[in-house]
């Protein structure tokens, strides 16, 4: 990363996104006792998005690389709204079991985005309406991620139910009904915002 604490909280960013996506897997797995892993994934979801938007903001202003300037760097940031999103809206929908897809994909964008040659030169933004854009193609990008994670527990929880195996990995995730409710409000805020953003 070039800087010893853009590279320290990259690292650290990891290592919580991967115990997430573990604790999540115990819990469906059902080798956990009731809660406590959802729990102990959401807070180090969040713990590893906080540490996550930190490095971004150091690669932004120490190093100088603009966020927007390669695709890497932008999906970073995507994975860090996402990662914020399915927090704000999981009590909502009660779908903190998809947690278990949003933690590998975070850690994936962190890791596509360390591996990306990033430019360190600035970018400048001439235009008033190029944040916006950008702004938004964002968000409507990480509400696409997700409605593909609602979407992929959904089809796993159908599929347990139809073959009536898995029952153990079925009760934990959350009920079908929520995982399709919360894929159908993903599409429709996303589908705007990308709109805006073109």
Known sequence: MGHPLASALLYLAAVLYSAAAVAFLLHLTGRGAGKGFVRAGVWLVGGGAALHATQIVVSSLVLQI??????????????????????????????????????????????????AHADSSTVSLKSAVLPIHVFANLVGEALFVLAFA?????????????????????????????????????????????????
């Open 66 to 115: 603009c966020p927007i300037k390669g695709i890497h760097f932008a999906l970073s940031v995507v994975s860090v709204l996402a990662c914020v999103a399915y927090l704000v809206m999981r009590a909502r929908f009660r779908i903190d079991a998809v947690g278990v897809i949003v933690a590998p994909l975070a850690l994936t964008f962190l890791v596509g985005s360390a591996a």
């Open 150 to 198: 609602a979407a992929v527990g959904y089809l796993v929880a159908d599929k347990q139910l139809k073959k009536k195996h898995g029952v153990v990995v079925v009760s934990r995730l959350p009920p079908i009904n929520a995982l399709d409710r919360a894929e159908h409000v993903y599409l429709l805020a996303g589908f705007p915002m990308l709109t805006v953003g073109t």
